[in-house]
């Protein structure tokens, strides 16, 4: 709390000397694209599609190879060395692994370029939990789990940009009619009705490989969009409507309109809850159970620490593009693209872990299955744009609530905007957070935006600078005159959009092919079997087949293919 008094006395002294000044044409902005290589995605996108790829000019072996360098693929190259399997190669189409959890730095000050916090996971992701405290950033303090103090974000956490100024919260509260307060209340209560009525569990397919089948109130659920339940249930308010409407872009990139009422319920059900005001709910237990993880470069901090063990060069190949999955009789054959050398280099593999994107895998895999033609055939994915801004110094504030890690804006100047993040949140001395310069990270979420996906491909990286810095000039009018670079990350299928029907489809799915072992890894876990689509020799994994995209889905499936892969 001394913190967070300290940053509001800090940010009413600034206000007070804000004044219009005289105005200047503002100097160009300078920046460009940075992060991922669209280019290079759309240059396999063309070789596919021309049907005629080059042959291969080189040939290697390993016994796992895996397919794919996000959080899965590394999750999976974790597996395999916790299970003493060393011979594998991981392929990775960009520059660096991590897929929409890369970061990067601004004038050499780190940022996400993408995803940028970790909920504390619950007992239903005991692979993350493991993770963490192979990590140092959990361990057992008189019988009761902590983590790390330096990596839970500081207070103050979130405020709301609103009526001209900021509010501590995300929730509209000031001044809000009763009625509000109400509808509040009465979704708190039928968010811990549905809780106790189905299995809301993160990841969503914690239960599935014990022959749980999936509750009938959830299918009911999946089959409508958010809106229209909440319509249902007389949830009409437009304060809670937009709170729950930004809710699920930011977790999903689209709107309330777009996704499923499983989905939108299970934003809250899975992890803590919704509390009405007054209530108690997030921050209030003594313990750290509802905190969030982050660093200064985000989910980039956990990729770094997945990548480091592995052998540059040999275990982790990135600029490959993989071009064609064969399963054969007595293994598996992968044809990749090196985009250093221009040639085609041929794998032979005993297993392999295809842990691509669905609409990926379903191209590059050769006479496809059944279920992953069905998957690529139910799922969407929304495109965002991530655009860090590096500021020579903070910026001076609107009146409220004190700076916080997360900013949002009730009313956006972008179609898709979601607010930003400070990567120097996280500093722990209040000098610097007064004076130090940061990078601010700018979310857009493109899923309900049409032609987004084009526009990502067609419009510079100027327009995004511009539109970020003047959407966030109304709350920060000294913004523009801070402002030292600017970089853009492009992202043309970020994530899987939950739609109505996708829990049908892939909890389906997710259990075909089980054939995973329990197994005692060398860190002396046991480990449980986890439900994996597969073949005899390709273990599917990707964040896509829970249907949407957040880090413990993407680890734990990850972490599942893996095992599979090294039983086989």
Not at 481 to 499: F, K, L, N, Q, S
Not at 527 to 551: E, K, N
Request: charge should be neutral; glycine fraction near 12%.
């Amino acid at each position: 709390m001394q913190r967070r008094r300290f940053l509001t006395a800090a940010a009413s002294a600034a206000t007070a000397v804000l004044s219009p000044g005289c105005s200047q044409a503002p100097a160009p902005l300078v920046g460009g694209f940075a992060g991922i290589d669209m280019a290079r995605g759309h240059a396999l996108r063309d070789l596919l599609a021309r049907g005629s790829l080059p042959a291969p000019a080189a040939q290697r072996r390993t016994r796992v190879l895996i397919a794919g360098g996000g959080i899965a693929g590394l999750a999976a190259a974790r597996a395999l060395r916790l299970a003493g399997v060393n011979d594998f190669a991981l392929l990775e189409l960009e520059d660096s692994a991590g897929g929409n959890s890369r970061a990067g730095s601004v004038l050499g000050r780190a940022c996400p370029h993408g995803a940028h916090y970790l909920p504390v996971p619950g007992d239903s992701a005991p692979e993350v939990q493991n993770l963490l405290e192979e990590l140092g950033l959990r361990q057992r303090v008189a019988g009761r789990w902590r983590y790390d103090e330096f990596t839970l974000c500081h207070s103050p956490q979130e405020r709301l940009y609103w009526q001209g100024h900021w509010h501590a919260g995300l929730l509209p509260v000031d001044g809000v009619a009763p009625r509000t307060l109400a509808q509040y209340r009465l979704f708190a209560q039928r968010i811990r009705t549905l809780s106790r009525a189905a299995a809301f569990a993160m990841p969503t397919f914690a239960d599935w490989g014990n022959n749980k089948a999936v509750a009938p109130i959830a299918l009911a659920l999946d089959a409508i969009t958010f809106d229209t339940w909440l319509g249902g249930e007389g949830l009409d308010d437009p304060h809670l409507r937009w709170y729950l409407n930004y809710c699920c872009r930011d977790d999903y990139g689209a709107g309330s309109a777009s996704v499923s009422a499983w989905a939108g319920i299970h934003y809250f059900a899975s992890r803590h809850g919704f509390a009405a005001p007054g209530e108690g709910g997030e921050g209030a237990a003594d313990d750290d159970s509802d905190g969030l993880l982050t660093w200064p470069e985000g989910n980039g901090f956990l990729v770094r620490k997945l990548a480091e063990p592995l052998a540059p060069g040999q275990q982790l190949r990135t600029g490959h593009s993989v071009l064609r999955i064969t399963e054969q009789r007595h293994g598996v054959q992968v044809d990749a693209l090196e985009h250093a050398s221009g040639q085609v280099v041929r794998w032979q593999a005993d297993q392999c872990v295809v842990a691509l994107p669905v609409f990926i895998a379903a191209r590059v895999v050769q006479n496809p299955p059944q279920f992953l033609r069905a998957a690529a055939a139910q799922l969407a994915w929304a495109p965002w744009v991530v655009t860090n801004i590096a500021t020579n110094a903070p910026l001076t504030d609107r009146p409220g609530a004190a700076p916080a890690w997360d900013n949002v804006l009730y009313t956006e100047a972008t179609p898709g905007g979601l607010g930003y993040v400070d990567a120097g949140h996280q500093r722990l001395g209040l000098g610097a957070l007064l004076t130090a310069p940061t990078v601010l990270t700018y979310y857009e979420a493109l899923g309900d935006v049409p032609g987004g996906r084009a526009q990502l491909a067609r419009l510079p990286w100027q327009h995004w600078a511009e539109a970020a810095v003047a959407g966030l000039s109304g709350p920060h009018p000294d913004l523009r005159e801070r402002v030292e670079r600017v970089e853009v990350t492009r992202y043309g299928h970020a994530m899987a959009i939950p739609r109505p029907g996708g829990l049908k489809t892939l909890s389906k799915i997710g259990t075909q092919g089980n054939v995973d072992k329990r197994m005692r890894l060398s860190n002396g876990e046991r480990q449980r079997p986890l439900p994996t689509p597969a073949t005899a020799r390709l273990a599917f994994a990707h964040a896509d087949w829970s249907g949407y995209s957040v880090f413990e889905e993407a680890f734990t499936r990850g972490h599942g293919a893996g095992l599979r892969a090294a039983a086989g």
